[in-house]
């Protein structure tokens, strides 16, 4: 730092000719060349390109100059041979010999006269690509001229004989073919102690028979050389398959977790077929058997989990991704109870708990929930599975429980509790009021009589549920239209939504045609409509819709902004007999805990399906379908 480049040119730390003075005296150069000579003998040369350009100021005047240099390995210098000059051979067809000074227009000079292991490499991928070009040509001895060779006294060498250069060809008498002496291929054995270095195991078959295995294989092994591998059967009897693993055998007995590709490839010339040999890590062994493991259960046809200790489903099979819908990636990573009915987690949970602290095993009979919340009745056992029974494994019969014959035919007793219970409180509430409407009521006393009288009208309709389904069949049906019923309706209920604020949306684009009894299905209309209006806050809206789904069916959807009901809530609500939630839902809060088992006992009696979407982001949303006959 701080030196100029004049200095170290008298120093003789460069060498340039004053050709880096010179550029510096002008104005822009480039590729300017320099030679820094080694300082010691164990140092290298280098080469120095400089460029740059000048630097003004302000008022333009010069500066100096800015620029770069790049240093690099110099090129080896010529070899002189100091030797005397033996005498001139005689005159021959070979080509003249280049320059010692220069290269040719298709030689590329050696960094440092050495070779780096990438182009080691290169170099003999292409001397096997040309070998193999060339295989198939007429081999033919050129016929070149072979001047007695002549050796001086002193024993000075020839050119042809111990320069190191060329071998020396000999005379072996009258009539006999001049040869050279043969030397070891030492390419080949360059390149079988290459395959010997490589962390993968080779084993090369040529016509059917192991021709090669490298070292690296062998110390995997531990077979001692390739004969005791074909005595051993080879390949084939020493590759064993474990499921989607592969393992082989060692010379000790054990087995060893590895990859193997084939690989068509010429070998000493000739074809062959290389196993390229790969032994797996722990966790790589682990993955093979886990993919092993996964593609034998999926062979299993009744649902099968594959749980962690703590619950968490590992692996579910074909079967049971099926059963519930899902697949088998989005239940991974899934706590189990996600597929088991609200009312069975804490029994499910139990038996989990009592089988990962070393139980025998568990049968539970449970309800199982797919991906649209279906509960279905089954019956499952639990048991320890995997190595050292670190795993849970549940499985569950292919077929739901069937439903004893007795419970099958047993009569439906809630209409006739229903009835018995209505006429228990309707006269004793006619008696105290003295009228079917209290107008001498207000406040709260109104409010009480009013949710009681809604649930004596739901009674009622519970009560003459078995009468309805009874003349299902004779009673008198028509074509009606869906939306222009559910318009009137809407209609009839739009003073009470205003005084109240909310928004009847109403969408029926069109008639949608239906074959129904008219004055139940209006009732049903308005029960749902009021329901809606009744749980929707003030300032709120309500959604109302009728479409014709073509081969789906009919369908009224009424949306409302009241709370909505969660799965456990939507099933004590649709079954009377159920006991009542630990939370008071939109039903019981009202004092109608029985209007959505009205709805749905009716729309049944009436051929369709009444069911409740558990959205509890977007309120309820309500659905009655038809079916086109």
Request: charged content about 20%; some cysteine; aromatic content about 4%.
């Amino acid at each position: 730092m701080g030196t100029t480049f004049t200095a170290l040119e008298d120093e003789g730390v460069i060498q340039s000719g004053a050709a880096v003075a010179d550029a510096l005296a002008g104005g822009s150069f480039s590729d300017v060349k320099a030679h820094v000579p080694a300082a010691l003998p164990e140092e290298t040369a280098l080469d120095l390109s400089l460029g740059g350009a000048p630097v003004f100021d302000a008022a333009r005047r010069r500066q100096g100059i800015r620029g770069f240099g790049v240093l690099s390995a110099a090129a080896v210098p010529p070899v002189v041979d100091i030797r005397p000059a033996p005498p001139a051979p005689a005159p021959s067809a070979l080509p003249p010999a280049t320059a010692s000074g220069g290269f040719g227009e298709n030689v590329v000079p050696l960094r440092s006269g050495t070779l780096s292991p990438q182009e080691r490499s290169a170099f003999r991928e292409i001397a096997r690509t040309l070998a193999a070009a060339i295989e198939d040509w007429p081999k033919t001895r050129p016929e070149l001229p072979r001047p007695e060779p002549e050796i001086p006294d002193d024993g000075a060498p020839t050119p042809l004989q111990g320069d190191g250069l060329a071998p020396a060809t000999f005379d072996m008498g009258e009539g006999a073919e001049p040869t050279a002496p043969v030397a070891p291929d030492r390419a080949v054995a360059d390149d079988l102690d290459l395959l010997d270095h490589l962390p993968l195991g080779l084993l090369v078959q040529q016509d059917g028979a192991a021709a090669f295995a490298n070292r690296t294989l062998l110390t995997l092994t531990g077979w001692e050389d390739l004969a005791s591998i074909v005595a051993a059967g080879g390949l084939d009897a020493l590759l064993v398959r474990d499921g989607a693993s592969l393992h082989l055998a060692t010379a000790a007995g054990t087995r060893l977790p590895v990859e193997v590709r084939l690989v068509a490839a010429p070998f000493l010339g000739r074809p062959a077929l290389v196993h390229v040999i790969r032994p797996l890590s722990e966790a790589e062994g682990r993955e093979a058997r886990a993919i092993a493991r996964r593609d034998a259960l999926d062979m299993v046809p009744w649902p099968v989990f594959l749980l962690e200790p703590e619950g968490t489903i590992r692996h579910a099979n074909r079967a049971a991704a099926e059963r519930l819908g899902f697949s088998a990636m989005d239940l991974a990573g899934e706590p189990f109870v996600v597929a088991v009915a609200p009312e069975d987690r804490a029994q499910v949970v139990a038996a989990l708990d009592r089988v990962a602290a070393g139980a025998a095993g568990a049968q539970i009979t449970l309800f199982l929930r797919d991906r649209a919340g279906t509960p279905a009745p089954a019956r499952a056992g639990i048991a320890r599975a995997g190595a050292d029974d670190q795993m849970l494994c549940v499985v569950v019969e292919p077929d739901p429980p069937a439903v004893p014959a007795a419970a099958a035919k047993a009569p439906d007793l809630l209409p006739r509790f229903a009835g018995r219970l209505r006429q228990a409180l309707a006269a004793p509430l006619a008696r105290l009021t003295g009228a079917p409407t209290p107008t001498t009521l207000s406040g709260p006393e109104r409010e009480a009589f009013a949710a009681v009288a809604s649930t004596l009208a739901d009674l009622e309709a519970l009560d003459i549920h078995d009468a309805l389904a009874a003349t299902a069949q004779d009673a008198p049906t028509e074509r009606c239209d869906l939306a222009q019923l559910v318009t009137e309706a809407s209609t009839a209920l739009a003073p009470a939504a205003r005084r109240r604020g909310i928004a009847l949306r109403l969408d029926a684009p069109g008639p949608v045609m239906v074959t129904t009894r008219r004055p139940q299905v209006t009732r049903l209309a308005r029960l749902m409509l009021e329901e809606a209006l009744s749980a929707t806050p003030a300032g709120a809206s309500i959604a109302i819709s009728v479409c014709d789904d073509g081969p789906a069916g009919v369908c009224l959807q009424v949306s409302d902004g009241g709370t909505a009901l969660d799965e456990v809530a939507l099933a004590t609500a649709l079954d009377p007999l159920a006991p009542g939630p630990a939370a008071t839902d939109r039903f019981t809060a009202t004092g109608r805990p029985l209007r959505l088992a009205r709805l749905a006992r009716e729309a049944e009696t009436l051929g369709g399906t009444f069911e409740v979407a558990p959205e509890p982001a977007r309120g309820m949303i309500a659905r009655l379908r038809f079916s086109q006959g």
